[in-house]
């Protein structure tokens, strides 16, 4: 099989490499493909060098999957051509997600909406991927309402400028400036660009990406997206309003033993998740699950992860995976 990442020298497209390395998949032609910038680089491999090498010769080598992760004008240039060659495209970036017609898939949750219809497939935003693998399995048992969502995420999230400002920031050197303000010892609670009515548009995906992927348009989402001085990975408060009432015992053990969770809950030995220990890994850390008594049939829960890997090369590797498991790649 022939896998080419477009974006590769990118900090998502080196965690792509690095997943696909880790689940084996080094064994497949890896064609890595990026800007004329990087163009000619040479990228290191489970040992064997390869050149960095256009788009448009990417596609000329006819890959069976190419995954995406140079932004949404990029995707949109060459997303559909690479698929219109036969190609099965997993894409990172926004440009795809809201498409009616191209799947919005997290394996743990969706994967039965890769149906062939379409050959690309859109990657959620980082921060809607870990909530809706923990919500998944209690919307089936218990069927939410409402959601509250408070989001603390990594600078990660921003790109490699952002992790620069932060650090240059901390080291008191010349910082060129990709956040209006400081980050170091601060919280912006601004994450994308800001819509007419306020909110942001981090903030309108987390409401539109999560009800595509839970498959329910009645769903009332609100949230609030904040930028904060770490690397480790992204947190989210989610307050969660069901139709049935539910045992929050039932809860810690439903979600104990569902697919790509790691329930970290205990907190007379303050075990719960955090960004720090999230970093480098692919599961999604729950914790904090506790009743809030001033609203029936709703709870707080605290959730954790590598916003890198699960939530974005890790998800699309998984992707990747679920299409050779059901014969649509070999």
């Known amino acids: 099989m022939k896998i080419a990442i477009v974006g590769a020298t990118g900090l998502v497209g080196t965690k792509i490499l690095k997943v696909l390395e880790e689940n084996g998949h080094n064994k497949h032609e890896i064609i890595l493909a990026a800007s004329e910038k990087s163009i000619g680089k040479k990228l290191i491999i489970a040992g064997k060098e390869i050149d960095v090498i256009s788009i448009s010769d990417a596609v000329d080598k006819k890959p069976d999957v190419a995954i995406f992760s140079a932004g949404s004008t990029v995707s949109k240039q060459w997303a559909q051509i690479f698929a219109n060659n036969g190609c099965w495209v997993i894409d990172n ?8 017609n ?8 969706n994967p039965h909406h890769i149906d062939g219809t379409s050959k690309i497939i859109a990657n959620p935003n980082c921060s809607t991927i870990q909530m809706v693998v923990a919500l998944a399995p209690l919307h089936k048992a218990y069927r939410i309402k409402r959601l509250v969502i408070s989001t603390y995420q990594s600078v990660t999230g921003t790109g490699v400028k952002a992790v620069k400002q932060l650090m240059d920031e901390r080291a008191g050197v010349e910082v060129e400036k990709v956040y209006p303000h400081p980050i170091d010892l601060n919280l912006i609670p601004h994450g994308g ?15 539109n990406e999560t009800r595509k992927i839970l498959g329910d348009n009645s769903l009332a989402i609100t949230a ?38 790691e329930l970290q809950d205990n907190p007379s030995t303050f075990e719960y998740p955090m960004p720090l220990f999230s970093k480098d890994k692919n599961e999604v850390f729950v914790g904090r699950i506790r009743r809030d008594f001033s609203q029936a049939n709703t709870l707080n829960m605290w959730i ?19 299409l050779m498991e059901n014969g649509k790649v070999k």
């Open 93 to 100: 970036s926004s440009a795809w997600r809201m498409d009616e």
């Open 102 to 109: 191209i799947p919005l898939v997290v394996p743990e949750v």
């Open 193 to 207: 660009d800001f819509m007419e009515d306020g909110y942001t548009s981090e903030e309108v995906k987390l409401v």
């Open 224 to 261: 609030t997206v904040v930028r904060v001085p770490v690397v480790g990975g992204h947190s989210e408060s989610v307050n969660v309003e069901f139709y049935n009432d539910f045992d929050i015992q039932d809860v810690k053990h439903l979600l104990g033993n569902s697919k790509g969770i």
């Open 304 to 322: 954790v992860a590598d916003n890198l890997r699960k939530g974005a090369a890790t998800n699309a590797v998984q992707i990747l995976e679920s």
